[in-house]
């Protein structure tokens, strides 16, 4: 069997699973081992790459067409601030 050492575990959470292993009637050890085997167990779902996941959202309406415009439409200044940028450099 493989041993892992964890170091520097602060006494809170030492003191947490302490009481969690006798609340569950076992050794801190055997609920240590307990608490990982659920952890590796849960399902993790893998999220695709962004392109993928852009590609699987327009999959259903592709730009096999031009796009078109928006007319009269009011295009202003973009706001960027009141700052003026600072010349004495």
């Known amino acids: 069997m493989a041993q892992v050492v964890v170091r520097h575990l602060d006494e809170g959470l ?3 699973l302490k009481s ?3 609340a569950h ?7 240590i081992r307990q608490i990982l085997r659920l952890s590796i167990a849960e399902e993790i779902p893998v ?8 590609a699987e ?3 259903s309406d592709p730009l096999d067409a031009p796009i078109p415009e928006w ?3 009011l295009i202003g200044p973009m706001d960027i ?8 450099a």
């Open 81 to 88: 601030g009141d700052e003026k940028p600072d010349d004495s």
């Open 71 to 73: 007319r009269d439409e």
């Open 20 to 22: 969690r292993a006798a």
């Open 14 to 16: 030492k003191q947490a």
């Open 47 to 54: 999220q695709s790459a962004l392109g993928t996941r852009m």
């Open 57 to 59: 959202r327009f999959a």
């Open 25 to 31: 009637g076992r050794s801190m050890e055997e609920e």
